[in-house]
């Protein structure tokens, strides 16, 4: 579980002149995927694309899509934020505008990034605004990243045709923040598949019921 998850914390968004400052130095994490065994930093094969999502407590959130056929690799991190380089308890503070991120690596020739979306939709609520279940701060806001004009066309796209579907369950607006990708800083290690080395730790990963229909 997260270790800050139930501690209150702010619950609007820093700016930069209320973020903390940056870090000078960035974290070092092990290349190798734990699963997958392929690495989860750059370079990567030529043909391998990458994704950027955030969907609440990324631990869970990261073996969903490691799961995935086509998947090349997962690590989780931080994105979309203010502070350069922070550290876990930095973001859990809500002071550096981050949220947890998943970092996927993936072929499109095997998964495309549409199939993507639709796990990103179908596996957490896109309408909680600051939190995600339990998990209550600016870190656990719902987020897609694009890496591309055409990801940032395609999630843009798909965040219509799935509020039509959360209607139908009676949910709100979503809230999910789209933007480009600047940077994703690397969490801790111990925080990296997280799940696979501790296959009973906690997840807090649940959707709404509604599908996403792929076209």
Known sequence: MSLFG??????????????????????????????????????????????????????????????????????????????????????????????????????????????????FWESHNPTEGMKQGNDVGTQYRSAIYGNSEDQLSEAKSSLGLFQGALLEYKYPNITTEIKSLKTFYYAETYHQQYLGKNPNGYCGIEGTGAQFKIK
């Not at 690596?105 to 639709?118: A, C, H, R, T, V």
């Open 6 to 119: 139930f501690v209150s914390k702010p619950l609007e968004l820093p700016d930069t002149t209320t973020a903390l400052p940056d870090r000078s130095l960035t974290i070092r994490v092990d290349p190798n995927h734990y699963i997958l065994g392929n690495t989860i930093v750059e370079p990567v094969p030529d043909h391998i694309h990458k994704a950027v999502f955030g969907m609440g407590c990324f631990w869970g959130a990261e073996r969903l899509f490691w799961s995935l056929p086509g998947v090349y690799s997962t690590a989780v991190g931080y994105a979309g934020g203010i502070t350069a380089n922070p550290s876990y308890e930095d973001v859990c503070s809500g002071q550096t505008g981050h949220t947890e991120a998943v970092l996927v690596f993936f072929d499109p020739g095997k998964i495309s990034y549409k199939e993507l979306l639709k796990v």
